[in-house]
């Protein structure tokens, strides 16, 4: 039996780890499988997916689905089933693991749902269909798997991509009960630190320069982290790993390693989400603000590691004016990078199944977008997303450090995006792409009309900001 196992990433960049793992488990238990993974992109127009697909000749097809590529899985199958019959197709992932009955029912041509995680459902799913069992076949993990019990991903690999971002894991469920989170709860199963190591040590020595990993929370075990970081930082590598850590649990001992971390060797993002009390308890998010600004501090004034603090608009009990704050605090501790995301309400999690009582409107199609809640309207959210906007292009391009000191002066940097974000909006200045050059000069006119500034003030931060960043000419037209 010939089966095309697919992912459909969400850019050419990105690698897929689900999709090794099973290809992994296969070839365990499965050797009389012919088992191909294909690993395709968001990008690519419909009719170069289905070809690719077609071209593999499979007697099943098999698709790992996440909120990024749901409803091009779902117009895949239907064309395949139809262009070859007698095609056996099954789905796996978040997107399709919950509510299985539902599912089978508003899409009928789904032949098979694997739900939860799947090393040990996925090769039973295709050992039935090896034996001819008719659908709908539903298989759920029975119980999270031991790490003892995952496969592999890259045991056999020999080389890779190194302009691609290669994921790794060493642990997966969290201690933490975040409604928002998939994985809230969920036991925490962690590979040993010394095999955690070597895993990520064939990684980079087969060419990685960047692995991701999607341990949840990385650091819960504040003493295995430091082993592993430690065993890291002991081989002979100029790969980046980068971690999602929870800065509450960066004790001394552990601050004191990172700061011997060579300069980008690691890079860090930490999932602040708010520093509303009130919002933070109302998604069962343990832990205070001022715990994680310290850490944070600690790290950035070492500035060896490149710091990414998350912060999620939407949640429940966060004001227009809470938000402001939050966002003034974190700006505060100067991140390399503040990324300004919105809350989904995913399929599973606590605070979907709670929607209708806590007031919370999102949008029915994936990524199940905050829409409003009772403390912010649609109006003030769709600001916010203009003020990301400008934060992007902005304060995370690394491009404008100066102008933008001078746009938000000693006020409150919210305010000062806030008005960028209604002054850029206002000129049509976000009604289409705009080249780096154009931003710029977009940026320098606004900042030219504020009052208190000035013409020379502008064209002096202007001229810092080229000599900080030398691909600043290239985009000017000068070089």
């Known amino acids: 039996m010939r089966v095309t196992l697919v992912a459909i990433n969400a850019m050419y960049v990105h690698t897929n780890l689900a999709v090794r793992c099973l290809h992994a488990a ?92 799947g090393e040990e459902s996925y090769p039973a799913l295709l050992a039935a269909f090896a034996r001819g069992e008719k659908g709908p076949l539903l298989w759920e993990a029975s119980q999270p798997l031991s790490a003892q019990r995952w496969a592999d991903p890259y045991g056999n690999i020999q080389d890779v991509e190194p302009g691609r971002i290669w994921y790794a894991e060493t642990s997966r469920g969290c201690p933490f009960r975040c409604m928002f989170c998939l994985s809230a709860g969920e036991k925490v199963r962690a590979l040993p630190a010394s095999q955690a190591v070597e895993k990520l040590r064939v990684l980079a020595q087969s060419g990685a320069k960047l692995i991701k990993l999607v341990d949840r929370t990385f650091n819960y075990d504040p003493v295995r982290a430091r082993e592993i970081w430690r065993g890291l930082l002991a081989q002979d590598t100029d790969c980046v790993f980068h971690f999602e850590i929870e800065a509450r649990l960066l004790d001394s001992e552990s601050l004191a390693l990172l700061a011997t971390v060579p300069q ?58 809470s938000f402001a704050q ?101 000129n049509g200045l976000f009604d289409a792409e705009r080249s780096a050059a154009q931003r710029s000069e977009a940026l320098a006119r606004y900042a030219a009309s504020l009052p208190g500034i000035g013409a020379d003030a502008v064209r002096e931060a202007a001229r810092a900001d080229e000599a900080a960043w030398p691909g600043y000419r290239r985009y000017r037209g000068k070089g």
């Not at 095609?87 to 508003?106: C, K, N, T, W, Y």
């Not at 902005?394 to 995006?417: D, I, K, T």
Request: with cysteine; hydrophobic share 45%.
């Open 26 to 117: 296969v070839g365990q238990s499965l050797p009389e499988v012919a088992h191909t993974v294909l690993e395709l992109h968001a990008n690519q127009p419909f009719a170069v997916q289905l070809r690719a697909i077609w071209a593999t000749q499979p007697d099943a097809v098999c698709f790992s689905t996440y909120i990024w590529n749901r409803e091009r899985v779902f117009s895949l199958t239907r064309t395949l089933k139809r262009a070859m019959p007698g095609l056996r197709v099954a789905l796996g992932g978040p997107e399709v693991s919950f509510d299985l009955a539902q599912m089978i029912a508003l899409h009928p041509y789904i032949d098979a749902i694997v739900a939860g995680e």
């Open 264 to 321: 980008g060797r690691f890079q860090f993002e930490i999932g602040v989400q708010s520093a509303s009390p009130e919002a933070l308890q109302a998604v069962g998010r343990a832990g205070r603000f001022e715990d994680v600004a310290q850490a944070v501090g600690i790290l950035r004034q070492a500035d060896n590691i490149p710091l990414h603090l998350d912060l999620i608009a939407g949640l429940p009990k966060e004001t227009w004016a």
């Open 326 to 426: 939050g966002f003034d605090l974190v700006y505060a501790l100067r991140p390399h990078r503040l990324q300004l995301g919105f809350l989904k309400l995913l399929p599973g999690s606590g605070l979907r199944r709670d929607a209708g009582k806590l007031g919370i409107a999102y949008a029915p199609d994936p990524p199940y977008e905050v829409l409003r809640t009772p403390d912010l309207s649609f109006a003030q959210l769709q600001e916010l997303h203009d003020v990301e906007k400008a934060l992007d292009w902005y304060g995370n391009s690394g491009r404008h450090a100066a102008l933008m000191g001078a746009v938000v002066g000693g006020g409150s940097p919210f305010g000062a995006y806030h008005m960028l974000a209604g002054w850029l909006r206002a």
